[in-house]
């Protein structure tokens, strides 16, 4: 198994430019996250989807869209990139709830920097 | 706002117990005490949770004190590998996603 997986790495992007961050586990996952991590900090939840089709909004949802079509996907939309989405940022997924006594895999992350 | 608090940083011998202690003094009773790891900036890594009993796995044990207001994640033998910043969160059983995560403690393995 590959686990989580994330593309791009790295990437650049000008102020106002839009971009997708790409998110696929392997492991048949019911539970995925996205998280944003900046310098020093903890991570914080940007959205969360509990299945195919069902999203909800967790502590830093504004600037940040996404959609949940497939089990494996899970995809981050930054429509018009600010400085302040510069960050890493971190997918995660878990067979159940994770507050519930269950593990949270992450993938290796994505870092994004906005000039 | 983070519900656990925790040294910023400690350092440990290579090859000695590491003990990184976490209070949770408002923690309720059907929240667990989990424990996670970040290497380098890589992505978080799982080590254990508990809720009542102390526990043990392959990676760690974790020690919840009665009351259950701290806990103390220990590694065995600890090696140049463990340096990472270490991260106590306490989270209700029935939550979603409400895994609140603080700065957590840097934890160096010495030589």
């Known amino acids: 198994n590959a686990g989580v997986t994330q593309t791009p790495k790295f990437r650049i992007l000008k102020i106002g430019q839009s971009m997708t961050l790409q998110c696929t586990q392997d492991?048949?996952?019911?539970?995925m996250y996205w998280y944003r991590q900046d310098p020093g900090m903890g991570l914080k939840l940007i959205y969360y989807?509990?299945?195919?089709?069902?999203?909800d909004k967790g502590e830093v949802p504004n600037g940040y869209n996404v959609s949940r079509s497939t089990t494996e996907d899970f995809p981050l939309r930054l429509e018009l990139a600010a400085p302040s989405q510069t960050s890493v940022y971190f997918c995660?997924?878990?067979?159940?709830?994770?507050?519930?006594?269950?593990?949270?895999?992450f993938g290796p992350g994505t870092r994004l920097l906005v000039l | 706002d983070a519900k656990t608090t925790q040294p910023t940083s400690m350092d440990c011998a290579e090859g000695r117990a590491a003990n990184l202690p976490c209070n949770h003094s408002?923690?309720?009773?059907?929240?667990?005490v989990y424990w996670y790891r970040q290497i380098h900036s890589q992505g978080p890594q799982y080590i254990i949770h508990?809720?009542?009993?102390?526990e043990t796995n392959e990676m760690a044990s974790l020690i919840i004190t009665e009351d259950r207001k701290s806990s103390t994640l220990i590694l065995p033998h600890a090696t140049l590998r463990d340096t990472a910043v270490y991260y106590c969160?306490?989270?209700?059983?029935?939550?979603?996603?409400?895994?609140?995560w603080g700065a957590g403690t840097k934890l160096i393995i010495k030589p």
């Open positions: 995660a997924s878990s067979k159940g709830l994770a507050g519930g006594g269950e593990t949270q895999y």
């Open positions: 508990g809720l009542k009993n102390n």
């Open positions: 989807s509990v299945g195919a089709g069902i999203t």
């Open positions: 969160i306490v989270s209700p059983w029935d939550s979603n996603y409400q895994l609140i």
């Open positions: 492991m048949n996952h019911n539970y």
């Open positions: 408002t923690i309720s009773g059907n929240e667990y």
